[in-house]
T-cell receptor, first 113, second 114 residues
Framework: AQTVTQSQPEMSVQEAETVTLSCTYD???????LFWYKQPPSRQMILVIR??????QNATENRFSVNFQKAAKSFSLKISDSQLGDAAMYFC??????????FGKGTKLTVNP | EAQVTQNPRYLITVTGKKLTVTCSQN?????MSWYRQDPGLGLRQIYY???????DKGDVPEGYKVSRKEKRNFPLILESPSPNQTSLYFC?????????????FGPGTRLLVL
């Protein structure tokens, strides 16, 4: 069975600083994908970044990057130059060949001006 | 505009009164799914569908039914709602099964069962 653990229920960061959200997972799938989604107060689910597990290179999307450690089953999200609009709930999730998406319980990020 | 729509967005009902939450996507996606979001539990998959007439259970299917008669629609049916089904529901779709395509989420349906 797949599991995703986000050990930080809440995090805060000062505007313009860097913050890292942690995520560990467990899966028996040989091929899988990893995602970070953000959910602002509007409740809309927005894709932040995605990573194919077979790729060693860490994905980057503008100010967002991941540190993917496959052996450790770790997939942390780094947000650089944090902005007020980054305040949201962040979910880490895995998608395996069984088609099932498994979500972590989320990390609420607060950005302080 | 590519989107997933859900209706209604908000619903208050009473125990036992059958209801349907509709979901429609305009992107010709094969894969569609339903999730519920509860505080402290994140999102949990209820049902998913890999194509027309193909559906399968997710993690929390009890008390729910789905159908996929057309590619664009994937309604969620609560035959006899109970208060423990009070939740925020999301429909999502993806281009193909097994790919790294972005999963598009609907805006959510907030359901209160009294």
């Amino acid at each position: 069975a797949q599991t995703v653990t986000q050990s930080q229920p809440e995090m805060s960061v000062q505007e313009a600083e860097t913050v890292t959200l942690s995520c560990t997972y467990d899966t028996s799938e040989s091929d899988y994908y990893l995602f970070w989604y953000k959910q602002p107060p509007s409740r809309q689910m927005i894709l932040v970044i995605r990573q194919e597990a077979y790729k060693q290179q860490n994905a980057t999307e503008n100010r967002f990057s991941v540190n993917f450690q496959k052996a450790a089953k770790s997939f942390s999200l780094k947000i650089s130059d944090s902005q007020l609009g980054d305040a949201a709930m962040y979910f880490c999730l895995t998608q395996g060949g069984s088609e099932k998406l498994v979500f972590g319980k989320g990390t609420k990020l607060t950005v302080n001006p | 505009e590519a989107q997933v729509t859900q209706n209604p967005r908000y619903l208050i009902t009473v125990t036992g009164k059958k209801l349907t939450v509709t979901c429609s996507q305009n992107m010709n996606h094969e894969y569609m799914s339903w999730y519920r979001q509860d505080p402290g539990l994140g999102l949990r998959q209820i049902y998913y569908s890999m194509n027309v007439e193909v559906t399968d259970k997710g993690d929390v299917p009890e008390g729910y039914k789905v159908s996929r008669k057309e590619k664009r629609n994937f309604p969620l049916i609560l035959e006899s709602p109970s208060p423990n089904q009070t939740s925020l529901y999301f429909c999502a779709s993806r281009l193909v099964a097994g790919g790294l395509e972005t999963q598009y989420f609907g805006p959510g349906t907030r359901l209160l069962v009294l």
